[in-house]
């Protein structure tokens, strides 16, 4: 079993910046590929990023490439998604998630495990 729990959110201007993290207990965190993914309401759950196991590989919504990064501190069991460039639309909860393997993946019915969320909130 994993327990992943984000933190991090909150209310940032258009423009700015935001770290949110997911720590993880439980199962050997480095054997687990790590995806974020992001629901507005109304809208359907959204791929934002992903990460494998060992951090070698990622990928990025088009919506997120060149202004989020992912990446992931085994020791610490924590996975990190670091939002700049904050634009409105980017207001969501975001989740993250976990699976077992090395390899992730953007498809969120892919993964076992999730978080509560954290909300990040962007002002125009």
């Known amino acids: 079993q994993v327990q992943l729990v984000e933190s991090g959110g909150g209310l940032v201007q258009a423009g700015g910046s935001l770290r949110i993290s997911c720590a993880a207990s439980?199962?050997?965190?480095?054997?687990?590929?790590v995806g974020w993914f992001r629901r507005t309401p109304g809208k359907e759950r959204e791929f934002v990023a992903a990460i494998s196991w060992s951090g070698g590989s990622t990928d990025y919504a088009d919506s997120a490439k060149g202004r989020f990064t992912i990446s992931r501190d085994n020791a610490k069991n924590t996975v990190y998604l670091q939002l700049n460039s904050l634009k409105p639309e980017d207001t969501a909860v975001y989740y993250c998630?976990?699976?077992?393997?090395?390899?992730?993946?953007?498809?969120?019915?892919?993964?076992?495990?999730w978080g509560q969320g954290t909300q990040v909130t962007v002002s125009s």
């Open positions: 439980g199962r050997t965190f480095s054997r687990l590929a």
């Open positions: 998630a976990a699976r077992s393997g090395s390899y992730y993946s953007t498809k969120g019915d892919e993964y076992t495990y």
